[in-house]
Every structure is written in structure tokens, then in C-alpha cells.
């Protein structure tokens, strides 16, 4: 018996590292699809090299899909051919119609088992994370409006450094600081995130409670066209020309010239504005202004896990999900590019604590997100009406025979049709 | 000599002068175009025919059939409609322009000598390069308010919408568009121009004929062909157009620049509605075969070969 | 040509000054835009933000040269550029020689269809095609090689066209003068008519090593991975949504793209104004 108790073990003594080798072969490679070029690009690689460095059992090849709706586009043509990466960075409005398609996995098991708690992200970024009763994505790289001020420009009309804080103080502060021919008070490009942010500080929300009708096909709603048209006419609000980004690099641009005193932007253009700024004048920021309430819409994209794949890959992407979604990520991710940190202990680690001391900046757009996020809808058909709501105000300020009750009439019907 | 399509080689009584050929030669000649053909053109064609009639999208694996339903949705759709206007009036533009400008540059520096060759070079220079690129930088000449342009028309005292408002975006895109293209049109009329035999030429000075006779009766029939194919390419080019509307005006303001390739790839993926696109592309597709099939039937005939 | 023999000399110098305003300006409009992105790919990001535009930058930095080869694998994607361009080149000759030689010489039955989809091949734009396309290079797994970049402009439409018209305007009498110096069919079109029609193809292999050189959304879409992606891709990651584009960078970028085809333009104008006059759509 001993005998044969000794050779078993000799056996497994020689056998058991090949036993071992063969668990711990080779690296399972993982697929990974973002849509950021530049720093954040580069950002990114240098977060995936640490995390395969880390964990030698995965490797992780991360690559440049195109912008936004490049990948999805890509997605889409992937899944139809089951060509799909394993995890992708997902435009926040496009993670209902994949979930609704079935090909984002659950994530609800995988954060039970390993204890990642939903409830430590920030709740306003999470619009697009539930479908279905399932966790089909995280927020990853996300951005709300925010309103940047020039400080020295507002110290100097003898108005109050910290910015306006309601509409009509928008209004008053454009018209201290508009110098006609040199210099407007405000500019914001009419864009769906702008004005939605509008309807959300005038009490307002996309949809009706019943989810069927227009949530802001009345006075909340035409208010915040008004408003902007009234101050174009007057002289102290500035239209900046183009449509979706091009709008927003003029609006910065004018900002920096020191052509405008305030605009509201997105919180992705933070960085790009104070290191610019630097030497040159003070940035202030602030909530956009309220009328009722404090509102803001948020955006950028979720990160997600495609389904379908074999369990020790899905499993594998999971890893590298909660590695990026993870605390310590968060936080160097979010001070190195400027995008919202969407966790609550990321913000209230003392690292964040004390990077908001030397960007206080930075600590207002945070403020703003806890304070005054509004959830868009989780609808498969809400790019669509998201379109449809930048026609119609587009339309109202360009077309000043049509009014924005009609604007809102079409939206309302919009949304019947699509919801 | 030319062919008609689908016309069967009827006029010419000598043929083309080669014989005795194997009658398999010419398919075996043809047999890589044609599966290329095949594969790229011909099944893209069927699949996305296939897809109009249907709600397919592409995350999920079967699609219901609509019949018409999309086609019905697109001619009801006020963007759509907008879309056929902007794309025609696109093209329209576009290809007068081009060949008006490409023929006056061809006419002009079709001399010998260094800095007429140099011009011609310069022209054709922004042919060579992406159309990305040159979207970028007039995206940025064309800033209303920051601009070269409009800092450079500050001085006259005007300024120009150019792509903010809706009147002017779509000349303002073909301004961008014939600035890229014109070039290689001049040096094709270049090419025809001086291909045409001096003695047409020399003969006619004996008659005594003025500068404009000649331009019109005589060069311009014999630059026919080149014309023609310049009429074709640039046709099917400006229907075709995406880049410049998706780097500079994403169809704005207004849907007052969203052309069909531009609407279908928004369609198709921004809002994942690949049957509507496909619909829509069908449509192009048809609107484009019609034009170049006018084209060749009525504009072939009078076309003239040496 | 115009003649200007009924004017007298004062008009003719005033003729003389008009033309070269107008050529200066006609070359300025064309030139300008490049001189623009050359002069801010060596500005400041400040500088190219300034307003008004100033047209040269204060002292040139090659800083966002260096940049813009750091942001991406430059070498890769240019490797990549110059062989997707080539193996195109390749492919093109041997689809399109072939299929130019049976629609020209040829008459068999079927010939006015296969025609017609020749024509098809114009029509549809690549938005549109690459969804069936990928899904067939899916299929067959091949998807991230050079294959999706180059085999569907093997049968290029335009070149096929182009080159039937040129063969077509050869005149029969030299195919006779071939077979009476006793040559066979092969014979007649490898020595006699391809020579000829050195220009056409050069015509031809222009057009398609353009078109393939800027193309940024095959090749995006195409591939999934770096391996096999080309310059346009590279060129298009510093365009930031969401955030700051540094145009400075952006620019220096865009002129690494245009200044390998610039080049090869120069060493090779001459060829190209040869090749297109002798092609010439007779």
C-alpha cells in the first residue's frame, strides 16, 4: 500500500507542473473596439498594456474602430457576419437597440458573483446600462454639457465671478458683457444636448409618464426656444455655424479668442480649454444655469461585452470590464482625459479629492452630475428621435415663421410613431 | 466605331479585323472581370435589393418581408424627398460647372511653355489628394466667422453664409467639390484637344473663319468623346458623393445638404434601419442607371469619332 | 489658338496683363489650400486658433510632425498603403487587359449584359456595398488581410471602359498588317496592341493608385485590426469628437498622406500629361 501510495506520488510530483502548463497555456486573446483617437486613443493602449501585463493569462488587443458611429456601424456588420469583438465601446445611444438584438451580454451575473456594486456608479450615467430588467453595459467614457465662463471677462463687467446661476441671470450677464462687433455675451450651439439640458432645468422630461407622448409638448418646451431666440435677436447670443462637432469646435474656438464670455459645452472639451487658456485668461465653470431646476443630459459611450462567445472568453472580457470600470481606473482614466469618473468611490477617493483642488473646473461638472443628471430614455428608436428633436429646433431658429409649437407638435408626433 | 450597350455589333460589315478565334476565347477573357463583377457588383445589388423589401436589420438574423412599405415610408418622407432635391440639384451644379470650368481651363493653358504647364499642374494638384483632407481644410477656409474666406470678403465689406445656412450649402459644397475634381476634366479636354489633327485646323484658317466659328463648329464636336466620358464620370461621381457632406455639414442645417449616400449611411447605421436604407439605395441606384442610360441613347449619337 | 492677329499692339499688352492676373489668381485659388495646411501642420495650436487667421506661423515647429508619427503606426500603415495601392495595380492589369481585349475585338453572345454590369460597377457607392462584402469576406475568413483592400477593385469598371474605348479606336488596318506578317490572335494583341496602349494603362493605374491612396472608409471598415490598415485611418484618429482636435496636428498628419503623392506626381508629371493626352478617348 505505502509502495503504491509513494509512486502515485512520484507520478503526480513529475505529471503535476504538465498539469499545471496545460491550465496556463496560452493567453486568451481578447478583442477590444474603441472609438477614441488621439490622447484618449492613446490613453486607452497604455490602460490595456497594464492590464495584460497584469495578467498574463489574457491578452487584450484594443483597436481604433472610427468615431462613434463608425464602430456601431461596424458592430453591426460584425454581428451579422459573427465576426463581433469581444468588448466594445458603445455611443450611449445605441445600447438599447443592441441590447434589444440580444448581443450585449448580462453583466448582472458576473457583478453579483465578483461583487462589483451598481450601486457605487454614478445613478445619472446609468441611463443606458439597464435593458430588460439585465446590466448590458457600464459607463465608460462619459461627458455631460457644461458652462464655461471667461472670469476675467465677467470680473471686469462687474458681474459675480461664479457665473450665472438661472436664466434670466444668463440673459442679464450676456448683456453686460456683449460689445457689439467685438465680443458676444453667449454662444451655444442649438444642438439636441443643449436644449434637452434646457427642458430638463424647465421641469421637463423626454417622455410622458406613460412613455408614449412627448414628455415637453408644451410651455417646457417652446420655453427654451424663446429664450434663445430672444437673444440671438437682441445681439447677445452668437449661432455658431455647423451641426454636431463642427459646432462645438467653433463654439470652443470663440471661447479661447475671447470673442465669447460663456458658452456651454461639453465637459470633454475641459482639457483642451484650460490648457489653452492658460496665460491668457481664467476659466470659470459652472451648472448650466437653472430655470426651475437644475438639469443636464449626459453622453459619450458604455462599455460592453458581446454574447455568443465561448464562456472562458466572455469570461476573460469580464475581467478586463470590471479591470476598466474598476476604482483605480476610473479615477486615472477620468483625470487623464477629462471624461466624467462614473464611479461614486472614485470620486470620493483622495486621490479625486485632491485633483479637484488644483482643477476645481473639473469638480463643478462632477457636482453638476450628481446633483442634476437627467436619464435619456433606453429606447431602441431613440437615435432616431434624437434626430428628429435637432431638426425641429434647427428648423425653429433658422425658420422663424416656424414656431416652436409646431416644433413640439412634430416631436410629440415623433415619438407615437416611435415609441 | 462605338458601341451601344446592349446593341448587338451590327454596323461595323469588316468587324474589328480579328479572326479566326476560338469562340471560348472571349469568356475565358472575360472570366476574372466577371466574377469580380459577380461578387462586388452584382450580389451588393441583389442583397441590398432583397433587403429593401424587408425590415432587416442587421443584429438580427431574419427579417420580415414588408413589401413596398419601405418605399412608401421614403416618398412620404419630407427629409427624403429633400434628399432627392439636394442630391439632384447636387449633381446638376456639379457637373455644369465642372466641365464649363474644366473646358475654359483647357482652352486657356493649352499652350506649350513652362508656367502654362505649371498652371495645368497646380489645377489638377487637389485631384491627387483625399477628399478628407481637402473637406477639412475648406471646412475650415468656409468658417463664417472665422474663415480666410470671409476674413478675405471682410475686406470687400461682404460676408457669405457658406455652409450655416441652407441656400448656400449645397453651392458651397459644389464650389469645394469642382475645386477638387476640375483638374484631371482639363487635362482630359487637354489630351482631346491636342489629339485633334492641325490640318482641321490650317484648313479652316484658308476659309477665313473667326476664333468662335472654329471653337464651336469644329473643336467642340471633335472633343466630343472626351466630353461624353467626362459627362458620365462626373454624373455618377455626384451622385455618389459622401465625404465632404460627412466631414463638413453631416447634412445640415437642416437636411438642407443630405444626399443619398450621406441619408442612406445614416440610416442604415446611426438609426440601424438597413431595409429603409436599402430602399433608398435602390432608388439611387435606379435614378443613376436612368441618367446614364439617357446618357448613352440620346447624348451617344452625338457623339462623333474620327 | 484664338487668333490675335486683328489686335493691335496696345490691347495685345493689356491682353497680355489680364491673362497673367487671371493665371496668378487661378493658380493661387488652386495652391492656396495646400499652402494653408502646410503652414499650420508648423504652427502652435494657439497660433492656428488665432483670430484673425494668420497666414504663416511665427516661428515653424516640427513638433506635430513628430506627433503625428507618434499617434500612429506609421511605418506599418505606410507599408500597408504601398502595398494595397500595388497589389491593386497588379490585380487591375490582369482583370481589366483581358476583359478590355474581348469587349473591344470579341463578338459573342451575352456581351451587351456583361457590358451593362461592367457599367453597374459605377453606380453603386462603397457605403452601400460594403455590408454584403463584408459579410462575404466573413464568410471565407478573410477579413484583416490584404484581400477585401484590394479584390473588389480588381474588375474596375472605369478601367475596363476606358481601356475597351482606347482598344476600340485602334485602327483594324494594323490588326491586318499583324496577320499578314503571319502573327497569331495572342501575338497580335501582346505585341502589337498592348504597346500601344502603354499610356492607357498608365492612365488608368493613375486614377486607381489615387483612389486607393485616399481612401479612408474601405479600409476602415474592412479591417478590424491594425495589421493590414493604410495612412487615411491613421490620419482620421486625430480628428477628436467630443473634445479638442488639434488642427496643427491634424494638418501635419494630413501632409504626411498628401506628400508621398505629391511626390511620386512630380518625379513622374510628364509620364502622367503623356499618358492622358495619348490615351486619349478617340
Known sequence: MRKLGIIILALLATAGPQLFAQTSAKPIAIDFWYSMGGANGALIQ?????????????????????????TSAKIQAAVASNTTPHISMIVDMHNAMFADAGVLENLEPFMKRDKVDINDFIPGLLDWS?????????????????????????KAAGLNENGPQTWEELRTYARKLTKKGERWGFSCPIDIWFYLGMVFQNGGEVLSPDGKHSGFNNEIGTKPIYFWREMIDEGIMKLPPGKEYNSWDVAMQDFLNGKVSMIMTSTGYLYGILDSAKGKFNVGTGFLPKSKQYGTPTGGANIAILSGKPAKETEAAWKFVKYMTDTPQVINFSQKSGYMPSRKSAVSSASMQSFFKEKPQFKTAIDQLYEAAKRRPCHPNYPE???????????????RSYTPEQAMKAIDAAIQRLF | MVERIGEKRKHKAQGSGIKNYNPLSPYLMLLPATCGLALFVVYPLVYLFR???????????????????????????????????????????????????????AVWLNRPGRIWSFAQSAIFIPYIVSFVTISLVWLWLMDPQVGLLNTLLGA??????????????????????????????????????????????????????????????ITLPLITPSLFFILVVSTTEALRIFDPINIMTQGGPINASSVFVYFIYEYAFKYFRIGYASAAGVILFLIIGVLVGIYFNMLGKRVHYQ | MRGNKSMNIGSKRGAIIINALLLAITIAIFIFPFFWILSNSLKTYDETMQFPPQLLPKTPIFANYKAALDS???????????????????????VIVPAAFAFSLYSFRGKGLLLTLVLFGFMLPQQLTFVPIYLLFGKLKLLN????????????????????????????????AGYLDGMNNRQIMMYIMMPMAKSALFSIALVSFITRWNDYFWPLVMTNTQKVRTLPIGIAALRITDGKTEWNVLMAANMLLIVPILAAFSVAHRQIKEALIHSGIK
Not at chain 2, 432587416?56 to 414588408?66: D, E, M, Q
Not at chain 2, 412599405?69 to 446638376?92: C, D, R, T
Request: glycine residues 4%; neutral net charge; contains cysteine.
Open chain 3, 145 to 176: 488581410s490584404y484581400s477585401p483592400l484590394v479584390l473588389p477593385f480588381a474588375a474596375s469598371s472605369f478601367g475596363i471602359f476606358l481601356l475597351r474605348q482606347y482598344f476600340m479606336g485602334i485602327p483594324t488596318e494594323i490588326i491586318e
Open chain 1, 46 to 70: 497604455s490602460m490595456v498594456k497594464d492590464f495584460n501585463d497584469a495578467n498574463k493569462d489574457i491578452i487584450v488587443t484594443a483597436t481604433y474602430q472610427g468615431n462613434y458611429y463608425d
Open chain 2, 156 to 217: 470687400f465689406g461682404v460676408s457669405y453664409p457658406w455652409l450655416s445656412d441652407t441656400k448656400s450649402v449645397i453651392p458651397s459644397l459644389v464650389l469645394v467639390s469642382v475645386w477638387k475634381y476640375v483638374g484631371y476634366y482639363m487635362l482630359l479636354l487637354i489630351a482631346a484637344l491636342q489629339n485633334i489633327p492641325r490640318d482641321i485646323y490650317e484648313a479652316v484658317k484658308i476659309d477665313g473663319a473667326r476664333a468662335r466659328t472654329v471653337f464651336f463648329r
Open chain 3, 72 to 94: 500612429m503606426p506609421f511605418l506599418l500603415y505606410l507599408k500597408n498603403s504601398i502595398v494595397v495601392v500595388a497589389l491593386t495595380l497588379i490585380c487591375q492589369f490582369l
Open chain 1, 385 to 399: 428621435l434624437d434626430k428628429i428633436i435637432m431638426d425641429e429646433i434647427q428648423r425653429t431658429t433658422i425658420d
Open chain 2, 51 to 105: 433587403a429593401s423589401f424587408t425590415n432587416r436589420s442587421l443584429l438580427k438574423p431574419t427579417a420580415k418581408f414588408v413589401g413596398l412599405e419601405n418605399y412608401i415610408e421614403l416618398f412620404h418622407s419630407v427629409e427624403f424627398l429633400s434628399v432627392i432635391k439636394n442630391s439632384i440639384l447636387y449633381a446638376f451644379l456639379f457637373v455644369s460647372f465642372s466641365i464649363i470650368f474644366a473646358l475654359l481651363f
Open chain 1, 130 to 154: 439597464y435593458y430588460n430588467g439585465k446590466v448590458v453595459a457600464l459607463p465608460f467614457n462619459r461627458s455631460t454639457p457644461l458652462f464655461y465662463f471667461n472670469k476675467d471677462q465677467l
